[in-house]
C-alpha cells in the first residue's frame, strides 16, 4: 500500500486542496463590511473588544467599563487584535471565525487524505461545508466556530498520534489546543472524550496502539493545563494583588459560576433530553443525517470492519450525549463534533452506489422549498398582511425584501432544473452557494437597519447633541456600541429597581443628562410617559428621559453603580 508521505509529495494533494481552499475563502469571506455587529452574542462581544484597544487592557474583558465574566477572553483578543491590525471594526470582527472555519476545513481535508486517500478527503471538506450549521457559525462573531475549530485541533492531534502514529508531539499539540479551547470556552476539553474508544480498542487489539497508548499519555492534561495557565495565572494574581470586590466577583464567575454550575444547574435555555435529535441534528445537520438513515447497512458494515471510523464516531456520539445530559442546551453547543462527523461519514460512504431513495428525498425536500420561498415573496410583493406580520421584526422593507425572495427562488427553481441529472448533493451544494451569497450581500444590506439599533441612536444624538450624556436601563450592548454619546449604565448585572435608583441620583449630579429606558419597563422612580419617544429597536419602543422625567421619591440604591464608556461609537466614522 502507498505511504501517505508518497501520496502527499504527488500533485494530487495539492491540485484539490487550493481549489478547496479557494472555495471555503469564499464562502466565508462573502458578505464581510456588508453588515454590523448583530444580536444575541455579536455586539457583546466586539464591544468587548472594542473596549480593549480604546482602554489598551486586555486581561480582564469589559463590556460599557463592567467586567464581563461569562466567558474566557480568547475570542475577544481574536477580535481585537484584528480590528488593531486593519483598523476598521466592520470589517475585522467576522475575520477570526472566518478563518477558524478555512483551518477547520483544511484539517477534515488533511486528516481524510492521510487516514483514506484524496477523494474521501474532498468529500469530507465538502460536506462539511454544505451543512448549514458550520457556514451559519462561521460566518458570524459568535465563539462556537472558534472552540469547534480548537476542538477540531485538539482530534487532529490524537488521531495524527494513535491512528496514524506521526510521534508524541501530535499527542501533546492535541492536548494543548484544548487548553486553547478552554480559555476560549470552557467545553474546549470535549476532545478527551476520543480516549475512551481509544482504550476500549486499544484494549481489544493490543497491536492496535501498539507503543502508542502508555503511561505516558498521562501527561497529556500538562500540556493542556500550561496552556491554560497562560491566561489563568496572570488573571488570579491580578485579582489577588488588587482585590477589588468586582475584580473578586469576576473571577469566582469565570471560574465556577460559568462551568460546573452552569453544566449541572443551568440557569437559561432549558431544554429536554433529546432536543439535539428532534431540533437540531435533523435539520441544521441536513444532509448527513439523511445520509446515515438511507445508507444505514453500510455505515454498520464499515462501523464493523474500521475501528477508526467507529472511534470516530462514538467520540460523536459521546459529545452530544454530553451535552444532552446538561438541562441547558442551545443548538450550537454540539458544533464541535460536526466536523469529525463529516470525516467519518465520507470515509464511510464515499464510493457508494447512488441511493434512490435518498436521491429522491432531497429533490422532494430542495423543490419544497423552492416553492415556499417563491410564495414567500410572490406574498411579500403584494404586501399580505400575515406575511406582513412574520416578517415586521425582521425587515422594515418588504418591497426590497420581496426583490430578493423572489430573485432567490427564481434562480433557486432555474438552478434545479439545469441540474436535474446531477447528484443531489451537487445540487445542494448549488443552492447553498447560491443561497449564501445573496444573502451574504443583498440580504445584509436589507436587514442592517433593523438588527441594529443605528437608526434610533442618531436620532438621540440628534435630538441631544452628541455631546450630551446618556444613561441606560435594562438595555443590550448594541446601544453601547452604537452610541455617538458618551454612555454611562448602571451594572448590567444589577436588577432594574437597583439600576434606575442609581439613574435617578446621576441625572441630579451633573446637567446635559439623559436616560432610554424600554417603554415595557416599569419604573418608580420616573414618569416614562412624560419622556419623549425615540422610535423602534429590537421590538422595543424606547423612551428619552431627563430630570424633568423625575418623580420627587426614589429610594436610595444600596449600592452604587456607574460605568462609563466615551463615545463609543466613533468606530463607525472611522
Known amino acids: 500500500m502507498q505511504s501517505f508521505r508518497e501520496r502527499f509529495n504527488s500533485d494530487d494533494y495539492y491540485q484539490v486542496l487550493w481549489p478547496l481552499l479557494f472555495i471555503s475563502l469564499g464562502l466565508l469571506l462573502v458578505g464581510i463590511g456588508f453588515r454590523s455587529p448583530w444580536p444575541a452574542d455579536e455586539p457583546r462581544f466586539v464591544e468587548v473588544a472594542r473596549e480593549m484597544v480604546a482602554a489598551n487592557q486586555w486581561l480582564f474583558p469589559m463590556r460599557g467599563g463592567e467586567y464581563y465574566p461569562d466567558k474566557p477572553p480568547v475570542f475577544m483578543w481574536a477580535i481585537a487584535a484584528c480590528y488593531k491590525l486593519i483598523g476598521d471594526l466592520k470589517l475585522a470582527f467576522l475575520i477570526p471565525n472566518a478563518l477558524c472555519g478555512l483551518l477547520t476545513v483544511f484539517l477534515v481535508y488533511d486528516l481524510g487524505a492521510r487516514l483514506w486517500n484524496v477523494r474521501i478527503a474532498r468529500n469530507a471538506a465538502l460536506l462539511l461545508l454544505l451543512v448549514p450549521q458550520f457556514l451559519i ?4 462573531a459568535q465563539i462556537d466556530a472558534m472552540v469547534m475549530c480548537w476542538i477540531t485541533l485538539g482530534c487532529y492531534g490524537l488521531v495524527r498520534h494513535f491512528m496514524l502514529g506521526d510521534g508524541w508531539r501530535w499527542y501533546f ?41 502508555t503511561w505516558r499519555c498521562l501527561l497529556g492534561p500538562v500540556a493542556m493545563l500550561s496552556v491554560i495557565a497562560c491566561w489563568l495565572i496572570p488573571m488570579v494574581l491580578t485579582v489577588q494583588s488588587l482585590n477589588t470586590p468586582e475584580l473578586v466577583a469576576y473571577q469566582n464567575n469565570i471560574l465556577f459560576k460559568q462551568t460546573g454550575e452552569r453544566y449541572v444547574n443551568s440557569w437559561h435555555h432549558i431544554k429536554p433530553w433529546y432536543f439535539f435529535m428532534v431540533s437540531v441534528i435533523p435539520w441544521l445537520w441536513f444532509p448527513i443525517p439523511f445520509l446515515l438513515i438511507t445508507y444505514w447497512r453500510t455505515v454498520v458494515n464499515k462501523v464493523k470492519a474500521d475501528p477508526i471510523i467507529a472511534i470516530l464516531l462514538i467520540w460523536v456520539a459521546l ?95 432555474v438552478g434545479l432544473i439545469a441540474l436535474r441529472k446531477q447528484v443531489a448533493l451537487i445540487r445542494i ?34 435630538h441631544i447633541g452628541e455631546d450630551a450624556e446618556l444613561g441606560l436601563i435594562k438595555f443590550k450592548e448594541q446601544f453601547i456600541l452604537f452610541s455617538p454619546m458618551s454612555v454611562t449604565h ?85
Not at 443583498?442 to 442618531?458: A, N, Q, V
Open 173 to 213: 499539540l492535541g492536548w494543548a489546543f484544548m487548553g486553547l479551547g478552554v480559555i476560549t470556552k470552557g467545553v474546549g476539553f470535549l476532545p478527551l472524550l476520543m480516549m475512551i474508544p481509544i482504550i476500549i480498542y486499544g484494549l481489544k487489539d493490543k497491536q492496535l496502539f501498539a507503543g502508542r497508548l
Open 319 to 413: 459529545v452530544i450525549l454530553f451535552f444532552s445530559l446538561s438541562p441547558g442546551k442551545r443548538n450550537v453547543y454540539i458544533l464541535p463534533a460536526l466536523p469529525m462527523l463529516a470525516l467519518a461519514c465520507s470515509a464511510m460512504l464515499t464510493g457508494q452506489t447512488i441511493n434512490r431513495w435518498f436521491e429522491r428525498l432531497v429533490s422532494a425536500l430542495l423543490w419544497l422549498l423552492a416553492m415556499i420561498l417563491l410564495v414567500v415573496g410572490i406574498f411579500a410583493f403584494i404586501h399580505h398582511p400575515k406575511i406582513l406580520k412574520k416578517l415586521a421584526d425582521y425587515t422594515n422593507d418588504l418591497t426590497h425584501f420581496s426583490y430578493l425572495i423572489l430573485t432567490l427562488s427564481t434562480l433557486w427553481i
Open 490 to 574: 448602571f451594572s448590567y448585572l444589577a436588577p432594574v429597581e437597583e439600576q434606575e435608583r442609581n439613574a435617578y441620583q446621576w441625572l441630579q449630579e451633573g446637567t446635559n443628562r439623559y436616560l432610554l429606558v424600554p417603554s415595557s419597563t416599569e419604573l418608580s422612580c420616573f414618569d416614562l410617559s412624560g419622556g419623549k419617544n425615540m422610535g423602534t429597536a429590537h421590538r422595543e419602543d424606547w423612551i428619552l428621559l431627563s430630570v424633568a422625567n423625575e418623580l420627587h421619591t426614589c429610594q436610595t440604591p444600596k449600592r452604587q453603580y456607574r460605568y462609563f464608556t466615551e463615545h463609543p461609537g466613533y468606530w463607525m466614522h472611522e
Open 429 to 462: 451544494a448549488f443552492v447553498s452557494a447560491l443561497s449564501w451569497s445573496l444573502i451574504s450581500t443583498w440580504g445584509y444590506s436589507l436587514l442592517e437597519d433593523i438588527r441594529t439599533p443605528k437608526s434610533l441612536m442618531h436620532d438621540v444624538a440628534a
Open 137 to 140: 457559525q462561521a460566518k458570524a
